[in-house]
């Protein structure tokens, strides 16, 4: 038994260790592709490679010191000694810093935003992703201020239709086809005064990063683009940043929390951040008049870094605009009854909680539950019976696992589950006149796969479940036969109870050259979205209206394809062309001619098609840095035609170019160092003319004659102060373009720092060489000949401002 014992010992004391854990950046994001090296104190070192989502593992280790190194591309090295025990599996979290690079006097910082699309141009196949920095919106002009909606628009493949709306359309989908998230989080409206300008604070923001196309099995919800907007965690020591602006007045709050406060809370290390901004006009002109309408943004974040590589992030927002016109009474008492005393309020609500954790050695998992709510209400208060209300709200929970399988092989898997629920109410004078008011359970699964065969080749394939149903029954499984029937109740689709979509998803990337410095890539995939906005699209300013997929509505479901050649020439270049088509089933169109007795008929139901290429060009290090994109569309939609109904010969359906088919549109953008620390910053953008409907004629109506029978032309009658009722008559839908669109925008800023902080005063201009584009055509025919007049989007428009922080 001694010598038994004599024996077995030295080989427990042999049996080797292991160890596991996460790479992750300053801002705690997994770093994927970074080198990881184990060496011990005397012999061979051990290396591997981290995985998408930071993670790596390494295998066979004997018992006893080992020093860990990390690296990658853009970031400081990482070391960090353990101790391994016979058999131990060792978990760890290796934190990247950011460094710069000293050549002869001249520093060259990595630029975070590019770096990213490279990862994942080196590690994933089909997904078109573009990021902009926090700082690089902060050198994009806005409206008076940063504003990272305005800075998605210079992006390939984005079309914004008007200067009165940040709202925007990318690859020939409508706005609300485009999922918009804050930290992981919907927000269903993100947009202040009708679209004027966005809810996201510019001091807050770490990137936005648009996924315009190919994104896989795990992205699901919408059906055209995801747009995420990432906080900074606000770790570091207590600081302040604030600025004002023509718009708005903000500031902004971020500090660590003490180690044993953090510790208290389960975690290693901790972080919170509050930000809030407020326009302020109202204040400002109270002692001479009441200006009516404000706006307010409230945002707060947490972040707790947990044993084992595990974080938790907490996130909440609230936003409102309120304009209130309750108090105002106009000049002269003549007019004093005949004014519309009005409240309208609307705005944004999320709280939500993300948890990232490893789970074993080789598995990474993240959970999250939030809740999103958008909600407005217009009223008037010498009318307490008359009232209009929207608002629409999701309780989502999602969970995901990531793990390598093997080197070659990465798996991802999830599922999520949310509930839905609109309302939608119109009443006057005590009739109703809107009563929509609708809940759904909608869930997916997915599963997702990464095999990379060799070096020159990356395949990722995935398939998507899509589930959904509503209180008024499961979705429907398409479009009426006849939108127009006789009897108003064939109006209503026949559900499909099963409603199981599903969405199989395919990219294959061939990298090209020996450095694999270029690549051609290609996606299918098709994509699922059980939410409609009733918007029209064609107004500049305008709130969504949400509406769930039923039994008479159905779906938005889109199969798309693209095609692309990458290329990088070191740090310093980098372009790429892409193709695509898209197919979109399901989309919607509110219907001229529905029956208010049957609501069955409130939407046209169509589909819509758009195929384009996107080119792209950009310089990423030097004094001069900036991109170049050129978008080329053709998207038309195809919907019943109501003035067709019944008539023989004529075809039932109308087939349009909708607003947002911008056939080419070319953006340049330019940031410079100038001498003296002045950075300056130019956007000029140039897109082809929009479509628009045009009047063709305007014509008198007849009146019925009860008694002769027929039809008789009104006359005026004496005493009879009413006109007669005059017709437009149009031509072809969308059939006719605005001319080009083009503009000009500089910013330019000028830091200065001083023992306290830094002060950066700025100097915006829009329009800078006064394009006066045009936003609406009027025709008058009550001339003769006819004549036409129009209103312009931005004149010539500058704006100062100022940030400091402390």
């Keep these: 038994m001694i010598a038994l014992a004599a024996w077995t010992a030295p080989a427990a004391a042999q049996e080797p260790a292991s160890i596991a854990g996460r790479v992750i950046g300053p801002e705690g994001e997994g770093v994927a592709g970074a080198a990881v090296e184990a060496t011990p104190e005397s012999g061979t070192a051990r290396r591997t490679t981290s995985g998408e989502d930071g993670a790596f593992r390494i295998d066979g280790l004997r018992p006893g010191r080992w020093t860990l190194r990390a690296s990658r591309v853009g970031f400081g090295d990482v070391r960090q000694a353990v101790s391994l025990g016979a058999g131990a599996r060792h978990t760890v979290q290796l934190r990247l810093g950011e460094r710069p690079y000293v050549l ?14 490279r990862v994942r141009f080196e590690t994933e196949a089909g997904i078109t992703a573009r990021v902009i920095t926090g700082n690089e919106i902060k050198m994009l002009p806005g409206l008076g201020e940063a504003d990272v909606l305005r800075a998605v628009e ?80 606000g770790d570091g020591p207590l600081a302040v940043e604030t600025g004002v602006s023509l718009v708005s007045s903000r500031v902004a709050v971020h500090s660590s929390l003490p180690k044993r406060v ?45 044993g084992g590589g595990g974080r938790v992030q907490l996130t909440g927002y609230f936003g409102e605009d309120v304009l209130d016109l309750s108090d105002f009474d106009p000049p002269g008492e003549e007019d004093a009854g005949s004014v519309l005393r009005v409240t309208w309020n609307w705005g944004n609500d999320v709280a939500g909680v993300r948890w990232t954790q490893p789970v074993g050695s080789r598995w990474v998992a993240e959970t999250r539950l939030g809740f999103s709510r958008y909600a407005e209400l217009l009223r008037f208060p010498d009318f307490s019976d008359a009232r209009f209300g929207s608002s629409v709200q999701e309780t989502a929970l999602r969970s995901d696992f990531t793990g390598q399988v093997s080197p ?6 999830g599922g999520e589950l949310n509930r839905m629920r609109y309302d939608n109410r119109a009443e006057a004078g005590g009739t109703v006149f809107v009563d929509g008011s609708r ?57 499909n109870r099963s409603c199981v979509i599903p969405s199989p998803r395919l990219a294959v990337k061939r990298f090209l050259g020996a450095d694999r ?14 939410l409609h906005s009733l918007r029209d699209e064609q107004l500049p300013l305008s709130n969504d209206t949400w509406v769930l997929a039923d039994a008479n509505v159905p779906p938005v479901v889109s199969d798309q394809v693209q095609l692309g050649l990458e290329k990088y020439w070191g740090e310093r270049w980098y372009a790429s062309v892409e193709g695509y088509y898209r197919h979109y089933g399901g989309v919607t169109d509110l219907n001229p001619a529905d029956d208010p007795n049957h609501p069955g ?71 410079y160092e100038l001498p003296g620390g002045i950075d300056a910053g130019l956007r000029w953008n140039y897109g082809s003319g929009t479509p628009f409907t045009r009047p063709v004629a305007q014509v008198l109506g007849f009146e019925t004659d009860i008694a002769e029978g027929g039809y008789r032309f009104p006359y005026p009658r004496t005493g009879d102060d009413e006109d007669p009722n005059y017709y437009v008559v149009l031509a072809d839908r969308n059939r006719e373009r605005y001319p080009a669109y083009h503009r000009l925008d500089v910013t330019v800023r000028r830091p200065y720092t001083r023992r306290w902080g830094s002060f950066t005063p700025y100097v915006q201009v829009l329009n800078a060489y006064n394009k006066r584009n045009v936003l609406f055509y009027f025709y008058n025919y009550d001339k003769s000949p006819p004549t036409r007049s129009g209103i312009s989007m931005f004149p010539f428009l500058p704006s100062i401002g100022f940030e400091a922080s402390f």
Aim: charged share 20%; aromatic share 10%; hydrophobic share 40%.
């Design 262 to 306: 953090a510790r208290s809370l389960g975690g290693e290390n901790a972080s919170w951040f509050v930000s809030a901004r407020r326009s302020y006009f109202d204040a400002l002109l109270r002692p001479i008049t009441d200006f009516p309408y404000h706006l307010t943004d409230l945002q707060a974040g947490a972040t707790v870094e947990t």
């Design 601 to 671: 008929d409130d939407l046209l139901l169509g589909d819509g098609n758009s195929y384009g290429m996107d080119v792209l060009v950009r310089r990423s290090t030097g004094r001069l840095t900036g991109w170049t994109t050129v978008s080329l569309l053709k998207a038309s939609r195809t919907f019943p035609d109501p003035a067709a109904v019944g008539i023989e010969g004529v075809p039932q359906t109308v087939t349009f170019a909708p607003i947002f088919d911008r056939r080419v549109d070319v953006d340049v953008v330019m940031q």
């Design 154 to 233: 210079v992006l390939p493949g984005v079309v914004s239709t008007s200067d009165f709306s940040s709202a925007f359309n990318v690859r020939g989908g409508s706005s609300d086809q485009n999922l918009i998230l804050l930290d992981g989080f919907t927000i269903f409206n993100p947009f202040h005064l009708g679209g004027l300008f966005s809810v996201f604070n510019s001091d807050v923001i770490a990137r936005a990063e648009l996924l315009s196309g190919g994104f896989g099995a795990q992205y699901g919800g919408r059906v055209s683009s995801v747009l995420t907007v990432e906080t900074e965690p």
């Design 517 to 530: 410095s270029a690549a051609l890539k290609v996606a299918a995939g098709r994509y699922v979205q059980f």
């Design 408 to 413: 070659r092989l990465t798996v991802q898997t």
């Design 439 to 495: 809940s759904g359970l909608f869930a997916a699964a997915y599963g997702q796969a990464r095999w990379q065969p060799s070096p020159a080749w990356i395949v990722e394939p995935g398939l998507r479940l899509d589930f959904g149903r509503s209180n008024a029954g499961a979705c429907s499984s398409g479009p009426p036969a006849d939108p127009f029937p006789d009897d108003p109740e064939d109006v209503v689709v026949r559900p």
């Design 104 to 117: 002869e006097g001249v520093e060259v910082v990595s630029p975070r935003g590019t770096q990213r699309e």
